[in-house]
């Protein structure tokens, strides 16, 4: 019950830390929202670090390395997929791979689960693409290349989650500020060697430093709940992250909620709840 908490509580913060990232992102090119955002989530680690401490092993700084490639590779692979478009139907591509990858991973480790486990799976899984999908999904026809990105950018995701979960239990925050501080340095060389094509506009500084706040929460609490439950659960329950996204879209923006969303997030509900009795 306490990896389910804390694993909604993951998916809650990883959908605001996006909510964040779309706003400022309308402000600033993107590379410039996340100059910002990588130092603040490092920053954040790091003063996490006397409080739950840090043991920075060989296999911590591996694990933690690989998930901040990962991590990097998610950002452009996921910014050129929805940059392409269409996004009512990439988005819930990427998602479901970034779910279903874990799981399987889980599985394969010898994780089992309860039969309401078994139902509430797949549910969770179908609420992952109904929450994440727009208006006119089933009209709109992506282009091979898009659909390779989509799942690319979701596999990406789905490997820095199975990196941090590889981590040695016992090293505290470590492999979160590795794996931040290797992101961080990519994001920031990329940011560097394409700065003449950033344009002029300056980052909307509060909004893009919360979201990188919030983004360290979410895989902090993420690394807690996998430590303390199953990866194939723990992983479908963060890949909700767009209900949250969706929620916050509908009470800041007044953006509409539609019909395909709200049938998902009641799904979504109806998962967590079986997956809880497991």
Known sequence: MIALLLALGSSLAYGCADFLGGVGARKAHVLRTVMIAAPASLVVELLLWPLLGASFSTAAVGWGAASGVASAAAFVLLYRTLAIGPMNVLSPVTALVSAVLPVGAGLLQGE???????????????????????????????????????????????????????????????????????????????????????????????????????????????????????????????????AGTVLLARGVLAERIHRGQLIGLGTAAVAVSLLALT
């Open 112 to 242: 089992h689960l309860a039969a309401a486990g078994l139902v509430g799976l797949p549910l969770a899984l179908a609420a992952v693409v109904l929450v994440s999908a727009g208006p006119g999904a089933r009209s709109a026809r992506p282009s091979r290349t898009a659909l390779l990105l989509a799942f690319g950018a979701g596999a990406a995701i789905a490997l820095q989650l199975i990196f941090l979960h590889r981590a040695p239990s016992d090293s505290g925050v470590a492999p979160l500020i590795v794996g931040r501080a290797v992101s961080s340095a990519i994001t920031l060389t990329a940011a560097a060697l394409l700065h003449r094509r950033l344009g002029p506009e300056r980052p909307a500084y509060a909004i893009s430093a919360t979201a990188g706040a919030l983004d360290s929460a979410a895989n902090l609490l993420f690394l807690l709940a996998a430590r303390s439950g199953d990866l194939a659960v723990v992983a479908v329950i963060v890949a909700l992250y767009p």
